[in-house]
């Protein structure tokens, strides 16, 4: 069976997107139903979390539940995908993964039924939080990469809004290592001397400096911190700091993340971690 095709525009539409938001709005966006359809919604602190579609087998119709529930536009690639496969489809069960960020499920049954989601990774399958910032609230994951230029971009455009109120104890936020060392020359040299910042309790301050561009003398933001340099030395060349970051990425590949920054909040994978109102409706969600 082939694979449901690329997600097109990311950053298009999102704007629509009625997943995380208040579930009023969502039939409206909807639309009116084909005959002999329901369309049920399952909700979380007053949030959508899931749409259940019962009835006859209708792929543009799908299609646009698809468009109207996550704001991207999935509608074309699905209609592509159906059309190649519906000959094999009759009777099977199946979930498809939307670029990592949805999951549908199919039922090819009588009647037809669907589920769409957003995708979760549980607590348990992330190991322990190191690198937090906030004391309460729910946990925002960040998988990043210091030399990322869209991880740079978080971190100037969303993340100091986030960090303000973890500051007031609305949210934790949680910096993992995602270095993708075969495009990034210096995303593991940042990554470790982040590390050894960390060690001596400076990470955040050491992170901001670093997504803010300014990656390669590593000890000379060390310096600029008040570190102990002899210790940030050590700290470098120690198996154990390497370890460390290892860990983190070889976790970010096991789940399937693609690239960075990818996004949890709590459980549930941000489709557009850019929005800092999308992040927000999220964080609700997982609250």
């Known amino acids: 069976m082939r694979r449901l095709g690329a997600l097109l525009g990311l950053l298009g539409g999102l704007a629509l997107a009625q997943i995380a938001k208040p579930p009023e709005g969502f039939q409206k966006a909807l639309g009116p139903l084909p005959p002999g359809a329901q369309v049920e919604v399952e909700t979380r602190n007053n949030r959508l979390l899931a749409v259940r579609y019962q009835g006859p087998e209708n792929a543009a119709f799908l299609g646009r539940l698809l468009d109207r529930a996550t704001g991207l536009p999935f509608s074309e690639a699905f209609l592509t995908w159906y059309k190649e496969n519906a000959p094999g489809l009759k009777g099977r069960a199946l979930t498809l993964n939307l670029e990592g960020a949805f999951l549908l499920e199919l039922a090819f049954s009588d009647p037809f039924r669907a589920r769409l989601a957003p995708r979760r990774v549980e607590a348990t399958a992330l190991d322990q939080d190191r690198l937090v910032l906030g004391e309460k609230g729910p946990m925002l994951r960040i998988f990043s990469d210091f030399q990322c230029p869209y991880c740079q971009r978080l971190a100037r455009e969303v993340l100091p809004s986030l960090k303000a109120r973890a500051a007031q104890g609305e949210l934790r936020i949680s910096y993992r290592h995602f270095p993708l060392t075969e495009i ?104």
């Open 184 to 287: 990034h020359p210096e995303a593991l040299p940042a990554a470790l001397a982040s590390e050894c910042a960390a060690s001596q309790k400076a990470f955040w301050p050491y992170h901001d400096r670093l997504m803010a561009g300014r990656l390669g003398n590593y000890l000379a933001l060390a310096r600029e911190l008040g570190l102990d340099l002899e210790a940030f030395r050590r700290c470098l060349e120690d198996p154990k700091t390497k370890a460390l970051v290892e860990e983190d990425r070889a976790l970010a590949l096991r789940l399937g993340f693609r690239g960075t920054p990818t996004v949890l909040a709590g459980p549930y994978l941000v489709p557009n971690p850019f929005s800092l109102t999308q992040v927000l409706d999220y964080l609700e969600l997982a609250r």
